[in-house]
């Protein structure tokens, strides 16, 4: 089983609608992430959390928010679709406990199409 | 600004020659760098670390070399083999931004052909 999961795998929605992606870790991890991926432009943080009571803002957070309801899940959340928003997005996980180093483990992406 | 650069969207190598893949950075605050290989419909999986107190790092046919001076590091694969073929991200993290984020950078995509 994959230790880092994301549903859907993939979407197509319209513009203006509200759409959440789940993320699911059974890794242990109190630290969670939210990428988005655009050809040729890398990775990109959306929102970040440490633990259960904290969110953080990434580079590109507008549009998007996050809820963290329990250390394993992570959601975002686009509360009105637009067209620039379709993309790949990534869910990754890290351990604090690591120390200073901050291996990150992904799971396989939702790929999302804004009509 | 981009604060990690992989200069070379793509790169084309022979199996069994020496792939190298180059990145820079611009924060001198970074004090980790990684490494991480993409295969399409897939999530990025790590690859190789190294933390700024090593100029080197290597773990079988994967070897990342450090330069501070310069803000630049490399990833070399020998000898690379048809299944290397991915998109490498090159990424840092360190204590000058947000404490355990990662900055990646845009890519690059490896062919190795048979």
């Known amino acids: 089983d994959a230790d880092v999961t994301q549903t859907p795998r993939n979407r197509i929605t319209k513009t203006g609608k509200r759409i959440m992606l789940e993320c699911s870790q059974t890794k242990g991890h109190d630290r969670m992430y939210w990428y988005r991926q655009d050809p040729g432009l890398g990775l990109q943080l959306i929102y970040y959390s440490f633990d259960v009571k904290d969110i953080n803002k990434g580079e590109i957070s507008d549009g998007y928010s996050v809820s963290r309801q329990a250390q394993a899940k992570f959601s975002l959340s686009l509360e009105s679709a637009i067209p620039n928003q379709t993309a790949l997005y990534f869910c990754?996980?890290?351990?604090?406990?690591?120390?200073?180093?901050?291996?990150?483990?992904f799971g396989p992406g939702t790929r999302l199409t804004v009509l | 600004d981009q604060q990690v650069k992989q200069n070379s969207p793509s790169l084309s190598v022979q199996e069994g020659r020496i792939s190298i893949l180059n990145c820079d950075y611009t924060?001198?605050?970074?004090?980790?760098f990684l490494w991480y290989k993409k295969y399409p419909a897939e999530g990025p999986t790590f690859l190789i670390s190294?933390?700024?107190?090593?100029d080197k790092n290597e773990d079988g046919r994967f070897t990342v070399f450090l330069n501070k001076s310069a803000k630049h590091l490399s990833l070399h694969i020998v000898p690379s083999q048809p299944g290397d073929s991915a998109v490498y991200f090159c990424?840092?993290?360190?204590?000058?931004?947000?404490?355990?984020?990662?900055?990646f950078g845009k890519g690059t995509k490896l062919s190795v052909k048979p």
């Open positions: 924060n001198s605050m970074f004090d980790y």
């Open positions: 190294i933390s700024s107190i090593k």
């Open positions: 990754a996980t890290s351990d604090s406990r690591q120390g200073w180093d901050n291996e990150q483990f």
């Open positions: 990424a840092a993290s360190g204590y000058g931004g947000s404490q355990g984020n990662l900055i």
